[in-house]
C-alpha cells in the first residue's frame, strides 16, 4: 500500500458546528439535522460532520466557502517512473478535479478540540473512504515498454479503499469585535490506499491494442507509479482545503462554536 494525502476532514466538522451557530446566533432555528455539540462529545461532532458532508457539500455560498465535492486542485505536474523500467513519462494534469469524497467518506474519529483559547490547537481526525476519483485533462510524454508516447486527453485516476488520516494546527487569535478566530498554520494528512487504476483516453489516437497494452502496463505498475503521483496531490489538497477552512474561520468565532 502507498501513501496518499486526502484530507477534507477537520474543517467540515467546524463547518457544521459552526452552521449551528450561524443558525443560533440571531435566534433563527438551526440548519435541518445539525446540532450545535459539547466540545468533548466526540460522538456529536462526528455525526454533525457526516451530516454536513452530506448536506452541504456545495460549499457555504454566501460565506465564500467551496464546494468540497469535486475539489479544485488547478494544475499538477508530475515526472515519473524514476525506479521502473516499464514506464518512464512527464505527466501534466489540468483543471484536476477530485470527486466522490462527500457521498462515500466515513468520519472515524476527531480528537483536539478545546475551549482554551491561550495555546494553539492540535486537531486530528481519521476517516474512511470506499472511492475516489481523479479526474484532469492530461498532456504526457515518455514510454510505456520501448513504445515512446505523447499524448494529450482525459484522465481518470480511481483509488480505492483509503484510509486517512490529517493533523491540523490552529492559532487563536483574539479580533477587535472581542471574539476569537482560528489561523490555520498547519494542515498535513496520510492515506493508505489499498489499490488505483488509471484510464487515459486518445492513447495512441485511440489505436485498441496499443490504448489497451498501455493502460494495462500503467496499472500493473500502479505502485510504483503512485509514489511519484502522491506527493504532488498531496500538496493540491493541502493548498486548497488549508484556504477553503481559513475562509471559514475567517467568519466564525471559534469561542461560540461549542454548547456551554
Not at 3 to 14: F, H, S
Amino acid at each position: 500500500m502507498k501513501m496518499y494525502n486526502w484530507r477534507c476532514l477537520t474543517w467540515l466538522a467546524i463547518a457544521a458546528i459552526a452552521l449551528g451557530h450561524i443558525g443560533a446566533g440571531d435566534g433563527d432555528p438551526l440548519p435541518d439535522k445539525l446540532q450545535r455539540c459539547r466540545v468533548d462529545d466526540e460522538v456529536c461532532i462526528l455525526r454533525q460532520t457526516q451530516t454536513y458532508a452530506r448536506l452541504y457539500k456545495n460549499g457555504i455560498p454566501e460565506r465564500n466557502v467551496p464546494s468540497i465535492d469535486p475539489f479544485q486542485l488547478g494544475t499538477l505536474s508530475i515526472n515519473s517512473g524514476g525506479d521502473s523500467d516499464s514506464v518512464q513519462f512527464n505527466l501534466i494534469m489540468r483543471n484536476t478535479t477530485l470527486h466522490n469524497f462527500a457521498d462515500t467518506v466515513v468520519f472515524k474519529t476527531a480528537k483536539g478540540f478545546t475551549k482554551d483559547l491561550t495555546k494553539p490547537l492540535k486537531l486530528l481526525w481519521s476517516v474512511t473512504l470506499p472511492a475516489v476519483e481523479l479526474r484532469a485533462n492530461y498532456d504526457v510524454e515518455g514510454k510505456i515498454l520501448i513504445l515512446p508516447i505523447v499524448s494529450h486527453g482525459k484522465l481518470v485516476i480511481k483509488l480505492n479503499e483509503m484510509q486517512s488520516r490529517s493533523r491540523i494546527r490552529a492559532t487563536p487569535e483574539k479580533r477587535a469585535d472581542g471574539h476569537t478566530y482560528l489561523k490555520v498554520t498547519e494542515y498535513k494528512s496520510v492515506a493508505k490506499v489499498a489499490s488505483g487504476h488509471f484510464n487515459l483516453t486518445n492513447l495512441f489516437n485511440d489505436n485498441a491494442e496499443l490504448r489497451d497494452s498501455t493502460l494495462k502496463v500503467l496499472n500493473d505498475e500502479w505502485d510504483a507509479l503512485s509514489a511519484d503521483i502522491q506527493p504532488k496531490i498531496t500538496e493540491a489538497s493541502d493548498r486548497f482545503l488549508s484556504i477553503a477552512l481559513q475562509k471559514l474561520l475567517d467568519t466564525l468565532p471559534y469561542d461560540e462554536f461549542f454548547e456551554d
